[in-house]
């Protein structure tokens, strides 16, 4: 078990790497003059009704809303631009704002100033087909992009389940059910358009597929929680649709049979696209929201892509790996209704918790390890679950050690919340302790800050907080997220 997190120590940075601190709200005064300001350049895409602030200050989970002060709904990037020129002179916040999917509270405005939201910014600006990638204003969901590239034969992999926007999976570095294969977000963003603290807009990288000149700006900003510049532009990786898909799932009697599959299936070289565990209670819920009829035991949903020899050959590989664990029988198909029923369903998992404890609220949270490791991390989590009463389905991206919990909470109830809370920090520091992460894939936003000293260390969170003092110095950049300040 790793040690309890505690505040940073080492010598503080010098003025020059400090990061400005920032205490409570916007004063009325500055609030008046700001929106005069933003008025006088946007008119009515200036919205200061309490409703919308409200939309753009909240959070999928139990996490406090925290309105802005106002919200614009960018255009074009020349209107981010003065956004953040407006802002920077009377010092307010700034946070950007895609589908609001997010579940650690990257959103919330938790000292008031101004949101931007990005739903207006949604074309595809250039699709290059013999390169294999595209560009993307930042408010395109995932869904539409796929739609808009179905006839070229492309399609974005990232399939973070909610139809997020291009620029908050970029934000948040992404992944999902497809990263076994495709990778994450990092590994499919060749280029971002950001707009800088002064007010600058910069490409990070060309389109090339690799570079050795200089610094890797791009990296920097993936996975940034828009705490570091605005994103206005995306340039991604594309993939071929494949020839052929088969998808299905595969009973097995515990977490730890699957999860051995799962690892010799890749270590078999079998080139699975999606490998998902779900545990018992998991597809319980499933089976009531979805209207499935799957067997009540832990599973793995599967998806193979390929010729249709291919994915046959591999369908019937991994069926003789999960035999030899005690799992099976392994049901498959090529049929695309079947496989979007099913994949449909993990896609709503979310969901499908909520409606296991009507009326209560979700505190979702993942953690990653070594897939060597994930059966004694989820081993030990769901024990936690039982010894301490929390009704808490599991669902896990097998493939690359991430999973995630949802204990299902009433909010009326101060012991469950205290449970909950306290359940979350023994599992991210359960998960560090594997020589994993506190988070795969949510990100930090602000119920994640207190564990990255352990899994970091003072000295790289020291250098974390002079880069964004070197791009960000007047924190105007989504202040209080990834660094309590």
């Not at 294969?181 to 060749?190: E, H, I, P, Q």
């Not at 209670?281 to 499933?286: E, G, K, S, T």
Request: net charge negative; charged share 20%; with cysteine.
């Amino acid at each position: 078990m790793a040690p309890t997190p505690t505040a940073p120590k080492g010598p503080a940075p010098p003025m020059s790497a400090e990061i400005r601190r920032r205490e409570g709200k916007l004063s009325a005064q500055t609030v008046t003059a700001l929106v005069g300001d933003l008025n006088a350049r946007f008119g009515n895409r200036i919205v200061t009704s309490q409703a919308v602030r409200e939309q753009h200050g909240h959070t999928t989970t139990w996490i406090a809303n925290a309105p802005p002060d106002a919200v614009l709904f960018a255009e074009s990037r020349e209107d981010v631009i003065d956004a953040v020129k407006i802002c920077a002179q009377h010092d307010a916040p700034i946070v950007p704002f895609g589908v609001g999917s997010s579940l650690e509270g990257h959103v919330n405005a938790l000292n008031g100033g101004l949101s931007i939201d990005f739903s207006r910014m949604n074309r595809v600006l250039e699709v290059h087909s013999e390169d294999l990638d595209c560009v993307v204003e930042p408010g395109v969901s995932r869904k539409a992009l796929n739609a808009h590239l179905r006839d070229s034969g492309l399609f974005f992999p990232i399939d973070p389940g909610a139809d997020a926007s291009i620029g908050g999976m970029a934000a948040t570095r992404a992944s999902g059910t497809n990263a076994v294969r495709y990778g994450t977000m990092k590994d499919n963003v060749l280029s971002l358009g950001i707009v800088t603290a002064e007010g600058k807009f910069l490409r990070t990288a060309s389109r090339a597929k690799k570079s050795s000149a200089g610094y890797d700006l791009t990296r920097i900003f993936v996975g940034s929680e828009g705490t570091l510049g605005v994103i206005v532009e995306v340039t991604l990786k594309l993939a071929g649709i494949p020839e052929s898909i088969s998808g299905g799932h595969c009973p097995f009697p515990d977490v730890r049979s699957a999860c051995v599959t799962a690892i010799e299936t890749i270590q078999s070289g079998i080139p699975v696209a999606r490998i998902e565990l779900l545990d018992r209670l998991q597809v319980q819920a499933c089976n009531a929201y979805s209207k499935l009829s799957l067997p009540e035991t832990p599973m793995l949903f599967l998806e193979f892509h390929g010729s249709e020899e291919s994915v046959a050959e591999q369908s019937r590989r991994f069926a003789e790996i999960a035999e030899g664990n005690g799992g099976g029988p392994f049901a498959w198909t090529t049929h695309p209704e079947e496989r979007t029923r099913l994949w449909q369903a993990r896609h709503d998992a979310y969901w499908a918790c909520i409606g296991l404890r009507p009326g209560a609220r979700a505190f979702a949270t993942d953690v990653c390890v070594p897939i060597s490791r994930l059966a004694d991390c989820v081993e030990a989590t769901q024990a936690d679950l039982a010894e301490n009463g929390l009704i808490a389905p599991i669902v896990g991206h097998v493939g690359d050690g991430n999973f995630h919990v949802t204990p299902m909470i009433d909010m009326d109830s101060r012991d469950e919340i205290e449970k909950a809370e306290a359940f979350g920090k023994r599992l991210a520091l359960r998960a560090i302790g594997m020589g994993g992460t506190c988070t795969g894939e949510h990100g930090v936003g602000q119920k994640k800050i207190p564990y990255l000293d352990v899994e970091h260390g003072p000295d790289a969170l020291d250098l974390m907080r002079r880069v964004k003092a070197s791009f960000d110095p007047q924190n105007l950049f989504n202040p209080g997220k990834i660094f309590a300040i």
